[in-house]
């Protein structure tokens, strides 16, 4: 099994940051890609950030020059660190991770549960 765990979301003034952590633990062969979507009420899910095991990262317009993304490898954890929050950032951020759990599996995309960023004065 494997499970993604979120961590660091909560209540804060529009202009003020906070920084979001998710773990992968359990049976993991290899994590491709990971990523960072978010959920506003009475919305659809949309993307945040992407960040694949190599290679360039991936931002929604909305967020760029405000979020940055980043990957420890070695502790399958991807962080977003979200600076200059607006109202408009409030949502459930989720995290997700493309990965194998065994060598010769097929990939397969798992998510966390997802933690509440509430931005307001």
């Known amino acids: 099994q494997v499970q993604l765990v979120e961590s660091g979301g909560g209540l804060v003034q529009p202009g003020g940051s906070l920084r979001l952590s998710c773990s992968a633990s359990?049976?993991?062969?290899?994590?491709?890609?990971m990523g960072w979507y978010r959920q506003a009420p009475g919305k659809q899910r949309e993307l945040v950030a992407t960040?694949?095991?190599?290679?360039?990262?991936n931002y929604a317009d909305s967020v760029k020059g405000r979020f940055t993304i980043s990957r420890d490898n070695a502790k399958n954890t991807v962080h977003l660190q979200m600076n200059n929050l607006k109202p408009e950032d409030t949502a459930v951020y989720s995290c997700?991770?493309?990965?194998?759990?065994?060598?010769?599996?097929?990939?397969?995309?798992?998510w966390g549960q997802g933690t509440q960023v509430t931005v307001s004065s």
């Open positions: 960040i694949p095991s190599g290679g360039n990262t």
């Open positions: 359990g049976t993991i062969f290899s994590i491709y890609a």
């Open positions: 997700n991770a493309d990965l194998r759990m065994f060598i010769g599996t097929m990939r397969r995309t798992y």
